[in-house]
């Protein structure tokens, strides 16, 4: 009877620890005190002679404590989870350990153990069958649970794409749309039931066809890209659009899910941002920069095709007078009528440009001669002899013309409007309505930039040097956070030099790398003397040239000077423009990358006059955007300008810049820049450049 019983131990311990409710600690705690009962009553057994009851006590009592416990543990687990037969698991349990407990008893009795043994198997399968339902019970309602959490958050994942701001669509492998979210109803004009079962490209078909988006697709792979499509009325709009497809289990494609974010005014802002740095705003036609550069191809086609070109610059005759008189409107109609006069006179020519306030240039294809382009000169200065109707005023505007030739006076762009200008200031000096052609002869200017070019290569040693700061403000508590170092030129004969003037021979003379480096020291130490005064510290920016970062080891020199003066590198702040770090965009981004793991802060200077592309942009370490002060000067009058401005400071902040509006005279100015966002603002309306003593005072103060 000893080895039956063992075995019924055994069976009810591996039956508990295979499907009981018990934890993984309990079945260990339980499995080791029933093993070792069972252990405990075999070498009982075979330590002598028992009686029946004595040798199937302990392993009843072994039964029962196991059933007891397992019973507990099932009631336990019925009251929180109902439904799932644990009652009844445990009722069985009770009677089988009852039945086991009682067992040693019965046995006693020949006429009963039959039935005892009968009653054992029929519990001991029903306890069985029992736990087997439990089992299957719990194992339906997890995955029951699985499956309304899975359908919860397809619902909810169903939603977000309903709701999200993006426009969402879903089609089959065909093309067809099957369901597509608010956002692209709204952008689109198209209603759901218009869209479903329609195909993609004929619903939504402008003016792309991308092969690539055709070949990725192909592929089985995800596509990103820019569209033009075109809405329900007929107009078009640009989409950043996604595809991405769907597989099903035997990695077919059969869906593809098409996410679109509409960038149509952003692509808005970027070109007019792109325009305006190359076209003049008020006339619409190329300004100085990109005049420079149609030149420049002109010069390369002329010199492959052996054909001559002429560049002319016109110059309005004391425009500012009459742009006093006749108010900022007045002016600009009396500009927009001599463009258009002009242009009507310059028919066939390359190209007709703005290149200054009252300065239009002109460039032409030549046989070899001048006497097409005086033909052409005559015929401007014929046109411009006529008076204007400006407002009902009768307005005479006299101009003046210089050209210059190539390949007779130059070969370059520079140096072809640098000769034209030349040619131009003396047709000023001429009569009121006149031109002239470069001559070599002209040296009256030219003996002045030669002699101002030897000068300032002693402009160092001679002490002439020096610089004035300008403070850049907070525009949310007008606080001084910075400074501008900009260079001044004392002339020992001539007094003050324009840096417009001698900055140019700087870079000409090859000059600009021992002023750079001057400049750089001078404002390190400018900087250790104001923290030895006890002034209170702020940053101080200093402009680098194009050649600088072309012709100098710049993080190199950086660190010189930061190590010769003591000075924080987060103190000193590097400004590039906007055409310096584009032009040759990925060696810039390796010389400002080396800059800014010295920890020295970079900003862009001039933003707008050129043309960035924001996607390259973002590549480089730069913490801050100025925003040139041709678009700040007319912010009250012209919403255009405004316009700019705004788009460039949300540009700005999107891509994590701080911006700085250069140029601000008028409080109106500041007013509708602190309400844009802009973050600092530099100009005459709180300073202008001053030396470093007063620029200590102003420090003092703290604001304004």
């Given at each position: 009877?000893?080895?039956?019983?063992?075995?019924?131990?055994?069976?009810?311990?591996?039956?508990?620890?295979?499907?009981?409710?018990?934890?993984?600690?309990?079945?260990?705690?339980?499995?080791?005190?029933?093993?070792?009962?069972?252990?405990?009553?075999?070498?009982?057994?075979?330590?002598?002679?028992?009686?029946?009851?004595?040798s199937l006590?302990?392993?009843?009592i072994?039964?029962?404590?196991?059933?007891?416990?397992?019973?507990?543990?099932?009631?336990?687990?019925?009251?929180?989870?109902?439904?799932?037969?644990?009652?009844?698991?445990?009722?069985?349990?009770?009677?089988?350990?009852?039945?086991?407990?009682?067992?040693?008893?019965?046995?006693?009795?020949?006429?009963?153990?039959?039935?005892?043994?009968?009653?054992?198997?029929?519990?001991?399968?029903?306890?069985?069958?029992?736990?087997?339902?439990?089992?299957?019970?719990?194992?339906?309602?997890?995955?029951?649970?699985?499956?309304?959490?899975?359908?919860?958050?397809?619902?909810?994942?169903?939603?977000?794409?309903?709701?999200?701001?993006?426009?969402?669509?879903?089609t089959?492998?065909?093309g067809?749309?099957?369901?597509?979210n608010?956002?692209?109803?709204?952008?689109?004009?198209?209603?759901?039931?218009d869209?479903?079962?329609?195909?993609?490209r004929?619903l939504?078909?402008?003016?792309?066809?991308?092969?690539?988006?055709?070949?990725?697709?192909?592929?089985?792979?995800?596509?990103?890209?820019?569209?033009?499509?075109?809405?329900?009325?007929?107009?078009?709009?640009?989409?950043?659009?996604?595809?991405?497809?769907?597989?099903?289990?035997?990695?077919?494609?059969?869906?593809?899910?098409?996410?679109?974010?509409?960038?149509?005014?952003?692509?808005?802002?970027?070109?007019?941002?792109?325009?305006?740095?190359?076209?003049?705003?008020?006339?619409?036609?190329?300004?100085?920069l990109?005049?420079r550069?149609?030149?420049?191809?002109?010069?390369?086609?002329?010199?492959a095709?052996?054909?001559?070109?002429?560049?002319?610059?016109?110059?309005?005759?004391?425009?500012?007078?009459?742009?006093d008189?006749?108010?900022?409107?007045?002016?600009?109609?009396?500009?927009?009528?001599?463009?258009?006069?002009?242009?009507s006179?310059?028919?066939?020519?390359?190209?007709?440009?703005?290149?200054?306030?009252?300065?239009?240039?002109?460039?032409?294809?030549?046989?070899?001669?001048?006497?097409?382009?005086?033909?052409?000169?005559?015929?401007?200065?014929?046109?411009?002899?006529?008076?204007?109707?400006?407002?009902?005023?009768?307005?005479?505007?006299?101009?003046?013309?210089?050209?210059?030739?190539?390949?007779?006076?130059?070969?370059?762009?520079?140096?072809?409007?640098?000769?034209?200008?030349?040619?131009?200031?003396?047709?000023?000096?001429?009569?009121?309505?006149?031109?002239r052609?470069?001559?070599?002869?002209?040296?009256?200017?030219?003996?002045?930039r030669?002699?101002?070019?030897?000068?300032?290569?002693?402009?160092?040693?001679r002490?002439?040097?020096?610089?004035?700061?300008?403070?850049?403000?907070?525009?949310?508590?007008?606080?001084?956070i910075?400074?501008?170092?900009?260079?001044?030129?004392?002339?020992?004969?001539?007094?003050?030099?324009?840096?417009v003037?001698?900055?140019?021979?700087?870079?000409?003379?090859?000059?600009?790398?021992?002023?750079?480096?001057?400049?750089?020291?001078?404002?390190?130490?400018?900087?250790?003397?104001?923290?030895?005064?006890?002034?209170?510290?702020?940053?101080?920016?200093?402009?680098?040239?194009?050649?600088?970062l072309?012709?100098?080891?710049?993080?190199?020199?950086?660190?010189?000077?930061?190590?010769?003066?003591?000075?924080?590198?987060?103190?000193?702040?590097?400004?590039?423009?906007?055409?310096?770090?584009?032009?040759?965009?990925?060696?810039?981004?390796?010389?400002?990358?080396?800059?800014?793991?010295?920890?020295v802060?970079?900003?862009?200077?001039?933003?707008?006059?050129?043309?960035?592309?924001?996607?390259?942009?973002?590549?480089?370490?730069?913490?801050?955007?100025?925003?040139?002060?041709?678009?700040?000067?007319?912010?009250?009058?012209?919403?255009?300008?405004?316009?700019?401005?705004?788009?460039i400071?949300?540009m700005?902040?999107?891509?994590?810049?701080?911006?700085?509006?250069?140029?601000?005279?008028?409080?109106?100015?500041?007013?509708?820049?602190?309400?844009?966002?802009?973050?600092?603002?530099?100009g005459?309306?709180?300073?202008?450049?001053?030396?470093?003593?007063?620029?200590?005072?102003?420090?003092?103060?703290g604001?304004?």
């Amino acid at each position: 009877m000893l080895w039956p019983e063992v075995m019924h131990v055994g069976a009810a311990t591996v039956l508990l620890m295979a499907v009981g409710p018990l934890s993984r600690r309990r079945r260990y705690r339980w499995g080791t005190v029933a093993a070792g009962l069972c252990v405990a009553a075999l070498l009982w057994g075979l330590s002598g002679n028992l009686t029946r009851f004595q040798s199937l006590l302990p392993a009843s009592i072994v039964i029962f404590a196991a059933m007891t416990v397992a019973a507990t543990e099932f009631w336990r687990r019925g009251a929180r989870m109902p439904g799932h037969a644990n009652g009844m698991v445990a009722i069985l349990f009770v009677l089988w350990g009852a039945h086991k407990m009682a067992f040693p008893w019965i046995v006693e009795f020949d006429s009963l153990a039959a039935f005892s043994f009968a009653l054992n198997q029929v519990l001991s399968v029903a306890l069985g069958v029992g736990l087997l339902i439990c089992s299957d019970r719990e194992s339906r309602n997890k995955e029951s649970e699985g499956l309304r959490r899975s359908q919860a958050l397809l619902r909810l994942q169903g939603e977000a794409m309903a709701a999200t701001a993006n426009a969402i669509f879903i089609t089959d492998r065909s093309g067809r749309i099957e369901w597509c979210n608010q956002a692209f109803r709204q952008l689109t004009g198209w209603s759901e039931n218009d869209v479903r079962g329609r195909g993609a490209r004929r619903l939504l078909m402008g003016r792309d066809r991308d092969r690539r988006m055709d070949e990725s697709l192909a592929n089985g792979e995800t596509w990103r890209g820019e569209l033009h499509l075109r809405r329900r009325d007929g107009t078009l709009y640009v989409v950043d659009q996604t595809v991405t497809p769907i597989k099903d289990d035997d990695a077919k494609v059969s869906h593809y899910v098409v996410v679109q974010e509409d960038v149509t005014e952003r692509r808005r802002a970027e070109e007019r941002i792109r325009f305006l740095s190359n076209h003049d705003s008020l006339t619409a036609l190329p300004n100085r920069l990109l005049f420079r550069d149609q030149i420049q191809r002109a010069v390369v086609h002329a010199k492959a095709q052996r054909h001559g070109l002429a560049v002319m610059i016109l110059d309005l005759d004391d425009f500012s007078h009459y742009n006093d008189v006749l108010g900022h409107d007045g002016g600009d109609h009396l500009l927009l009528a001599v463009a258009e006069r002009l242009m009507s006179r310059a028919r066939g020519v390359e190209s007709v440009a703005r290149v200054g306030g009252d300065e239009f240039g002109f460039l032409m294809q030549t046989a070899l001669g001048g006497e097409e382009a005086a033909e052409l000169a005559e015929s401007l200065i014929e046109a411009m002899r006529r008076p204007f109707d400006i407002n009902g005023h009768e307005i005479h505007v006299g101009a003046a013309i210089g050209v210059t030739l190539y390949p007779d006076d130059g070969a370059e762009a520079d140096t072809l409007l640098k000769n034209a200008d030349m040619a131009m200031y003396r047709a000023i000096e001429g009569q009121p309505y006149g031109y002239r052609f470069f001559a070599p002869a002209m040296d009256s200017e030219l003996a002045t930039r030669r002699r101002l070019e030897s000068d300032l290569r002693r402009a160092i040693p001679r002490d002439e040097l020096e610089l004035h700061y300008q403070p850049i403000v907070s525009a949310a508590d007008r606080r001084i956070i910075s400074f501008e170092a900009l260079l001044r030129w004392k002339h020992a004969s001539d007094g003050w030099i324009s840096p417009v003037q001698f900055i140019p021979m700087a870079e000409g003379t090859g000059m600009i790398g021992p002023i750079g480096e001057w400049v750089l020291r001078q404002a390190c130490r400018q900087m250790r003397e104001w923290d030895r005064a006890g002034i209170p510290a702020v940053p101080v920016a200093v402009n680098l040239s194009a050649l600088q970062l072309k012709r100098q080891d710049v993080p190199l020199l950086v660190r010189k000077m930061l190590t010769e003066s003591g000075i924080p590198s987060h103190r000193l702040e590097l400004e590039l423009t906007e055409t310096t770090v584009m032009e040759d965009a990925d060696s810039a981004q390796r010389i400002i990358t080396d800059i800014a793991r010295l920890g020295v802060k970079l900003a862009v200077d001039d933003f707008g006059t050129g043309y960035s592309s924001l996607a390259r942009l973002k590549r480089f370490p730069v913490g801050k955007l100025k925003i040139d002060r041709s678009f700040v000067g007319d912010l009250a009058e012209d919403e255009s300008d405004a316009a700019i401005a705004r788009a460039i400071i949300s540009m700005g902040h999107a891509m994590g810049l701080k911006v700085v509006a250069e140029g601000v005279e008028t409080q109106e100015q500041f007013d509708i820049l602190s309400q844009a966002g802009c973050d600092a603002v530099q100009g005459f309306l709180f300073s202008r450049p001053v030396p470093a003593d007063q620029a200590a005072e102003l420090l003092r103060k703290g604001g304004f």
